[in-house]
């Protein structure tokens, strides 16, 4: 049996404006707190050059809000015939937290400060996770899952959240927030309306609800689980789209 699972957590919302300084301040508190969710979260690690295979830290642990904000106005990194990006395009910032083994790897990618008038530019935080269960201390628990949720959702302030297998997110509409999954969170509960087997909690954020599937992991084969995530993403993507 596979001991591994791969998972995305990922936050959207729509313009926001903000300077590579206001992206870094998030970004700090959000890495500030990451260790005392999970241990394996406590550092990360940067492509320097594109193609290079060469990492270096992200930066000194308390993170250092300067330093996070030359990660984002260097970007990520990309080959020389790769447009420069415009403005509106926001700051773009990738990293990882190494590989050991026998432990859980994970990613973040973010896109903060993007905005678009015209067209409603998408924001993001994304974690994904290869996750292993067998280990001592595995990523995927409803706790910590719940808790990591927390933290973006303070510090990030999306419009909206999804907790899903990588595959669940490809199947539906990459682009629909919130797209169903095991969890998904919605700032505006108004725009809530979900089918009954779903539970909700409240108080996530200032003003936010989270909705869970189901109290087990999200599993590719689990008809149960695949069915109400359905409903859910039915009864939550409209209004995105």
């Not at 049996?1 to 404006?17: D, G, L, S, T």
């Not at 707190?33 to 060469?54: C, D, M, Q």
């Not at 927390?150 to 997110?169: G, H, I, R, S, Y």
């Amino acid at each position: 049996m596979n001991p591994f699972v791969e998972f995305y957590i990922r936050a959207q919302w729509r313009n926001r404006r903000e300077t590579a300084t206001e992206g870094a301040e998030r970004l700090a508190r959000l890495l500030r707190e990451l260790p005392i969710v999970h241990p394996a979260l406590n550092r990360w690690f940067v492509e320097r050059s594109k193609g290079t295979r060469w990492f270096e830290p992200l930066g000194s642990m308390p993170p250092n809000p300067a330093e996070l904000e030359a990660a984002l106005l260097r970007g990520i990194p990309r080959d020389a015939t790769f447009r420069k990006p415009s403005p509106e395009d926001g700051f773009t910032l990738q990293a990882w937290n190494g590989k050991e083994l026998r432990r859980s790897w994970a990613e973040f990618r973010t896109t903060i400060g993007a905005y678009d008038t015209k067209w409603r530019a998408f924001n993001r935080f994304e974690f994904t996770f290869l996750d292993n269960t067998s280990s001592r201390d595995p990523l995927f628990q409803l706790e910590v899952v719940k808790e990591l949720i927390k933290l973006v959702v303070d510090t990030m302030e999306p419009d909206c959240l999804d907790v899903a297998p990588v595959e669940w997110l490809s199947s539906v509409s990459e682009k629909g927030c919130p797209a169903g999954g095991w969890m998904s969170y919605v700032r505006d509960i108004s725009l809530c309306d979900f089918p009954i087997g779903i539970y909700a909690e409240e108080a996530i954020g200032e003003e936010g609800m989270l909705a869970i599937v189901s109290r087990k992991i999200f599993a590719n084969k689990d008809a149960n689980c695949r069915g109400l995530a359905l409903d859910l993403n039915e009864s939550l993507s409209v209004p995105w789209r």
